[in-house]
């Protein structure tokens, strides 16, 4: 690692899925250890000069009363914190759905901020999903509608667990994008789905954002979530990076800290997480 000084670092976890549940041994998912291991992020992360904090979804596996728990974990994070849904975040009891951004602190469900320089876009590709709206609400019948197509095409990403995003978000994607751009910002964008290689994990409609990035040009990175086993990948201009689960194993962590130079990316990953140097 060079001693170059970067634009910035920060801090990124992913899928800390918390509950209070036995483990499911058979997923080799360890609810419950997920305090011990965030808390162990915590710390690491407040030894660390960092801009923010961002949690890729999945807080907790399920249920409203899990939140206040892994919550008060990140009550200890000197750092500033963003937090953004994922397909878990959702499941909870109908009355719940509609408080889950305001529980997050989020300013919006889709919102962005700039720091060091960069502009960083949170996405919500549970929009339109059959678990964050309830039965007889419109983006119930649209995910619905949507999923049935996917299923058509025999596609591969044709699963109940994932979600994706409305033409409302998208033209605001697509104009904050532009804005960056013409101001003179490279973008990072976030959400918790997968967008690239093709998986099964993958955003509903995940080729009309990477095509959106790759006419942006200025997008450097999407950082997501979701698929617990970890990928990478890179199309046009824009590496794709996905954070392996917090949850998974009895023991191991996973975590990491990004470090953005004017030629690279570097990841430090730490226990389950990989360390990579990805040049921009």
């Known amino acids: 690692m060079s001693h170059e000084k970067p634009f910035l670092r920060f801090g990124v976890i992913a899928d800390p899925q918390y509950a209070d549940l036995p483990p499911n041994v058979a997923m080799n998912r360890y609810f ?41 974990v990140y009550g200890d ?18 009355e719940h759905l509609s408080k889950v951004h305001a529980r997050l602190g989020m300013p919006a469900a889709w919102h962005d901020f700039s720091r060091g320089g960069f502009r960083f876009v949170v996405i919500d590709g549970s929009e339109i999903s059959l678990f964050s709206s309830p039965k007889g609400d419109p983006r119930h019948a ?16 044709a699963r109940e667990w994932n979600g994706g995003i409305g033409g409302g978000q998208f033209a605001w994607l697509e ?7 013409a101001a003179g910002e490279k973008a990072v964008v976030m959400g918790h789905y997968p967008l ?19 006419r942006s040009g200025n997008v450097v990175a999407y950082l997501n ?49 990989e360390s990579r140097v990805l040049p921009l």
């Open 32 to 72: 419950e250890n997920s305090l011990a291991k965030l808390r162990e992020a915590v710390g690491v992360f407040n030894g660390e000069d960092l801009s923010f904090v961002v949690t890729l979804g999945d807080l907790v596996d399920r249920g409203w009363e899990n939140y206040d728990a892994v919550l008060s």
């Open 77 to 94: 994070l000197r750092h500033e914190s963003f937090l953004l849904p994922g397909n878990h975040d959702f499941l909870l009891a109908p």
């Open 142 to 157: 649209l995910a619905k509608e949507r999923l049935r197509a996917l299923k058509a095409e025999n596609a591969v990403n």
């Open 175 to 181: 104009s904050t994008l532009e804005r960056a751009r």
């Open 196 to 214: 690239h290689p093709e998986n099964e994990h993958n955003l509903w409609g995940h080729e009309r954002l990477t095509d959106l990035f790759a």
């Open 225 to 273: 979530g979701h698929n617990h086993a970890g990928n990478l990948g890179r199309s046009g201009n824009t590496w794709y990076v996905n954070f392996k689960g917090m949850v998974d194993t009895e023991t191991e962590n996973a975590f990491a800290v990004v470090a953005i130079f004017a030629g690279r990316i570097e990841i430090t990953g730490y226990g389950r997480e």
